[in-house]
């Protein structure tokens, strides 16, 4: 069916919506990051000339140590995430208690569901100066005052909301393995440790990358986590960006900055999904 | 044998993992319901020495805080029912068709959730002072629509894929209007996902701080605003009590959801369920 008059009308409102409120903005900010910037003044004159030097101020070491941290640390915290959420999907998949299931899914979801803020603050509290957890922290060698505290403590935010997504999502594709592929496996003389290697972490491919593109492109948009957790001293592009807005008013250089946030957060997510998709057809 | 001692040492290894990570995630939820409730003026260590109520009245007390909840609640309101209607509408219009751009047109439609929020809210903020548009409540409204329109037009997709063709058909055989077949059989059965679509919108819009810090203004800001900004300045335990109100809020959403929708069709379920 052609979309006919009737169709057209139902897209009216959406149309609307996203070309003002997402389209023309975002062509906008593609503008307004070639704009000259003078110093001292409120973003850039209307008629500003255009230039390139936004942008070549991003290749300077002090900028690009911004993205490089934020891209290290959202890695890691990835990476550690789907270490702890795949054998606890395995776990609530395999081990637990019909009955129990429910109710530790419904914790999850509830964990994953809860708002930022209280994430956040809820960490700062148990990490912070009379938090219980504090000494765990300065037992294993990480002393408070040091940027390894700072940074953990951001590492941790993005896992209390990483590790709960995570471990939703690799519970369909655990599912959706067949056990009797690793009852063979095992019958067949494997230890348990090879079958899972060679039987199980194959077929939960898709799942885990998924997984791990949720958590990556969560962790690089991060915002409220490393701005409460990081101190000012942790700083990720999005807090990066805030900062040129707010306290200098340099909006040419924070849509520079945010145009080539928006770009590798987007190539990121096709680059992995074709890759995803290529190699491991439904 | 030594394969059966390496399984056994890797059991271990598991299970202290999940014990360990179920505690970090447990934590600070505890400690801060604890710390909520604490009797003390400051911030003292656990456990608090007794109980009171002090921090949630000093929070109620605190027109800053009030004056971002109402604005909160407000923009919620609005900006779910407009994403609701926003997002029937275009899911019902992408549905029936069934050209190539159809798929096109459902990414450009979820674009917004591979967007980095403090770009678009920094898009918004710039595109419309351009048009002179500079009053807080109008500027939130906008952002608040295009975070949560994504979700609401992916809940009702979701919904309507799951409906039989022929059902819809059969009222129209049967002699129903386009109109009437609609109303009477399509949006029956689509409705739990418009449900689940909605409280999802509600979670996103009463969450978001990296959207609304860039479209405040001085007297018009939201309440996790409010609360991130006297989070940086001091750390006072009447936020605890805000969260302890938000967490309710959440269960109290996620419990709706199990009710109207289930769970399991919300997370999706696998073959091979133990």
């Known amino acids: 069916m052609k979309p006919g008059r009737g169709s057209l009308l139902l897209l009216s409102p959406a149309g609307a919506v996203f070309l003002g409120f997402f389209f023309l903005p975002m062509a906008g900010l593609f503008i307004e990051s070639f704009r000259i910037y003078v110093p001292g003044s409120i973003g850039s004159k209307a008629d500003a000339p255009f230039t390139l030097a936004n942008y070549g101020e991003l290749l300077t070491p002090s ?13 890691l915290a990835s990476l550690v995430g789907l270490l702890f959420a795949f054998p606890l999907a395995y776990w609530i998949t395999r081990s637990l208690a019909a009955r129990w299931q429910p109710i530790v899914i419904g914790l999850f979801v509830t964990l994953m569901f809860l708002s930022v803020l209280v994430r956040t603050y809820a960490l700062e509290l148990t990490f912070g100066a009379v938090g219980p957890l504090r000494p765990l922290l300065v ?52 230890p348990r440790w090879k079958a899972h290697l060679g039987v199980t972490l194959p077929l939960c491919m898709r799942g885990l990358l998924a997984a791990f593109l949720f958590a990556f492109t969560f962790s690089i948009s991060a915002f409220v986590i490393p701005m409460i957790l990081g101190k000012g001293r942790v700083l990720f592009i999005s807090n990066l960006i805030y900062t040129r807005f707010s306290e200098i008013a340099n909006y040419p250089s924070g849509a520079a900055i945010s145009i080539v946030l928006f770009v590798v957060a987007i190539a990121i997510v096709y680059g992995m999904s074709h890759l995803v998709n290529k190699r491991w057809k439904t | 044998m030594s394969g059966r001692l390496v399984d056994n040492v ?84 992408v549905e029936r068709m069934s050209f190539a751009g159809k798929e096109a047109l459902i990414s450009l439609f979820l674009s917004p959730l591979v967007v980095p929020p403090v770009v678009t809210g920094f898009a918004l903020l710039l595109f419309l002072s351009h048009l002179g548009i500079i009053d807080g409540f109008t500027r939130l409204l906008c952002g608040h629509i295009i975070i949560t329109a994504p979700y609401t037009i992916r809940a009702t997709l979701t919904g309507l894929a799951g409906i039989d063709r022929s059902l819809t058909e059969a009222a129209l055989i ?101």
């Open chain 1, 63 to 75: 900028f690009a140590g911004f993205f490089f941290e934020t891209l290290r640390i959202s890695l």
């Open chain 1, 139 to 190: 037992e294993i060698g990480i002393s408070p005052n040091s940027r390894g505290y700072i940074e953990t403590l951001v590492i941790a935010g993005l896992l209390h909301y990483i590790v709960p997504m995570a471990t939703l999502t690799l519970l369909g594709t655990i599912q959706n393995v067949d056990p009797r592929l690793f009852d063979a496996a095992q019958a067949l003389g494997a």
């Open chain 2, 10 to 93: 890797l059991r271990l290894v598991g299970l202290v993992a999940i014990g360990t990570i179920i505690c970090f995630l447990l934590t600070p939820i505890v400690v801060t319901a604890i710390m909520a409730f604490d009797s003390r003026g400051y911030l003292g260590p656990l456990p608090p020495p007794s109980l009171s109520l002090r921090w949630f009245q000093r929070f109620f007390s605190d027109d800053y805080f009030l004056r971002g909840l109402g604005v909160s609640a407000q923009l919620a309101l609005l900006s779910v029912t407009i994403s609701v209607c926003v997002g029937v509408a275009t899911a019902f219009a």
């Open chain 2, 174 to 274: 049967l002699g129903a209007t386009e109109r009437k077949a609609f109303w009477d059989v399509t949006f029956p059965l689509a409705r739990t996902s418009i449900v689940s679509g909605a409280i999802f919108a509600f979670a996103v819009s009463m969450d978001d701080v990296a959207v609304s810090i860039m479209l405040t203004d001085a007297k018009t800001y939201t309440l996790p605003v409010a609360l991130i900004s006297s989070m940086r300045a001091n750390f006072d335990l009447s936020i605890a009590a805000a969260s302890v109100m938000l967490m309710t809020l959440t269960a109290i959403l996620i419990l709706i959801l199990e009710k109207s929708v289930s769970l399991n069709r919300v997370i999706g379920q696998g073959v091979f369920r133990s």
